[in-house]
């Protein structure tokens, strides 16, 4: 058996049914014969997003996989892959290599040394015979513990090399670990006491699928929940102790409940500290639950520290606190003061939710999308900048992994490939990114990719004409040079490549276009909407 029919027949055994790429790679041939299905796409960064997305609606039970050329198409990759590495997300990479001669030899490309600091595990395959022992430890680190890409590089002069039959492969094991039952009796006593405790939710409960833990949880102890983008959509932001989420825009009942707070319990997450993530207050007594032990006092000093899989942390929380406390606690105090900080909050928003201006608010463009979609059935992602910070606090996730949100490395253009990925993985939901023009800028041509390969994705794009953000920090080169200007007609772009495109400039167009879209999408059809906007900069930041 050739390299690659072995390469494949793994990845077929792995459960992996789509390859991203971008040729030359001879594995998407030998994937297509395994009937795996190959995606092109534009650029191999928009590849990688398109796999990131496929392992993180699916939890990670299917790992998203991308191929590409060695050297310059490498090269374009590593944004991707430092992306993934940086939101830890399990995604096979699978460059193309030098031959083995030339591998190590200035100035050529080698993508395992290259990418080995971003990434979880990083090999060559040198040997044939080697094949499926490399594969059983990269699939082995791609399903357990926490989440990254990991690479294996495939040199071009191998292809040719046999490997022996029958093929030694079986799937491998998917495990978890949980917590130290000490700390977790102490983590139970703490958040039994304490007297106004919350929850920050991360993105460890979506790879643990524990959103049933973490609700009885907050409703067994009357714990108000906040998550971050990446844990946003785990606890319902209905439900009458959500916070809402928060990166760098947040509700204000956000940093309220945070400010008061006597405990933080910490589940699933990191506690990263980013600009684009909920700034823990000091001073507060922190139990940090997490898959990583390098997690624990990186950025924030834990008080406890629960190590494991945030299932099994739950579970054993839940077990431990149900000793002592029997029924749900009365939850009416703290629900009421979440409502009314909600609903203060809002006043302050609904003129710029609701607003009839034209050039349009980017706000009423959200506030009629959410308002116009079926909620439980559509997955939404944003992009870096404006359209995260204009979304995030805003839109009410009320289903799990409904919302792909993001932001400890804010590449923009990163939205289109999600949402293409999460399409591919998740065909019956309405899938949409949305973008503003800069980011479009950055990876708009992939929208062929959409057209082409058949994935009808909503792009849902705010075009101010500008880089709004950097207006206040780019005045002489704006008013000199014009440096923050930018300009495109897209939607028309969209109809040259055969997608659905609409601009609208009006307020009472909004709706009515968005219900064209969906239509479209339904019909199979790409559509990118491009609503002309404000250069609106004010975001919902603490305080506000």
């Known amino acids: 058996m050739k390299l690659g029919t072995a390469i494949a027949e793994i990845m077929r055994r792995e459960g992996i049914e789509i390859l991203c790429g971008y040729p030359v790679n001879h594995l998407i041939e030998h994937a297509a014969k395994a009937e795996i299905r190959p995606v092109m796409v534009r650029q191999e960064r928009v590849g990688i997003h398109m ?39 399990p995604v096979l990479v699978l460059p193309m290599g030098y031959q083995r001669r030339l591998a190590h030899i200035e100035p050529n490309f080698n993508s395992s040394e ?33 989440g990254g890409p990991v690479i294996v ?152 520290g629960l190590v494991g899989d945030a299932g099994l942390v739950l579970d054993a929380l839940l077990e431990e606190i149900g000793k002592t406390v029997t ?84 590449q923009l253009g990163y939205g289109l490939g999600l949402a293409m990925g999460a399409k591919l993985a998740r065909p019956d939901k309405l899938c949409i990114n949305v973008w503003g023009d800069a980011a479009i800028g950055f990876t708009g041509m992939d929208f062929e990719t959409a057209v082409r390969e058949r994935i009808p994705i909503m792009s849902i794009l705010l075009n101010n004409f500008s880089m709004a953000i950097e207006l206040k920090v780019m005045p002489i080169s704006t008013e000199k040079y014009r440096s923050t200007d930018i300009s495109g007609d897209y939607a028309a772009m969209a109809r040259a490549f055969g997608g659905h495109g609409e601009r609208v400039t009006r307020p009472e167009d909004i709706v009515p276009a968005i219900k064209r879209g969906i239509q479209k999408t339904r019909e199979g059809v790409p559509v990118l909407l491009e609503f002309i906007t404000a250069k609106e900069t004010e975001v919902s930041r603490p305080g506000t």
């Open 51 to 89: 796999a990131d997305a496929i392992s993180r609606v699916t939890s990670g039970r299917s790992i998203g996989a991308f191929c590409m050329q060695h050297g310059p198409g490498a090269e374009n990759a590593m944004g991707g892959v430092a992306q993934c590495f940086g939101e830890s997300v």
């Open 327 to 410: 029924a749900d606690r009365d939850a009416s105090a703290v629900t009421a003061e979440i409502a009314a900080s909600h609903r203060e909050w809002l006043a302050k928003w609904m003129p710029k939710l609701t607003s009839n201006d034209a050039p349009l608010s980017p706000y009423r463009v959200l506030w009629d999308l959410q308002h116009t979609v079926d909620i439980e059935n559509t997955i939404i992602t944003h992009d870096a900048g404006s359209p995260r910070d204009q979304l995030s606090p805003f839109w009410k996730a009320v289903k799990p992994l409904t919302y792909l949100g993001w932001g400890k490395t804010t």
């Open 114 to 146: 290259a990418m080995k600091p971003f990434a979880k595990s990083s090999e060559p395959i040198v040997l044939a015979t080697e094949v499926a022992n490399i594969f059983r430890r990269a699939f082995t680190r791609l399903k357990n513990g926490r």
């Open 153 to 304: 590089e495939i040199p071009s002069d191998m292809w040719n090399e046999e490997v022996p039959e029958p093929l030694n492969y079986t799937p491998v094991l998917r495990t978890r670990y949980g917590a130290d039952p000490v700390h977790v009796k102490e983590a139970a006593g703490l958040l039994v006491n304490a007297e106004r405790p919350v929850i920050y939710a991360g993105q460890g409960v979506h790879y643990a699928q524990a959103w049933p833990q973490l609700k009885r949880l907050a409703e067994r102890l009357a714990i108000p929940v906040t998550t971050s983008l990446g844990g946003k959509s785990s606890f319902p932001e209905t439900h009458p102790l959500s916070l809402g989420s928060g990166g760098l825009a947040v509700p204000r009942a956000v940093p309220k409940f945070l400010a008061e707070a006597d405990v933080i319990f910490g589940i699933g997450c990191s506690f990263t500290e980013t600009n684009f993530g909920i700034a823990m207050p000091k001073g507060k007594t922190i139990i940090h639950s997490t898959l990583d032990p390098n997690h624990l006092n990186k950025d924030v000093e834990a008080k406890i």
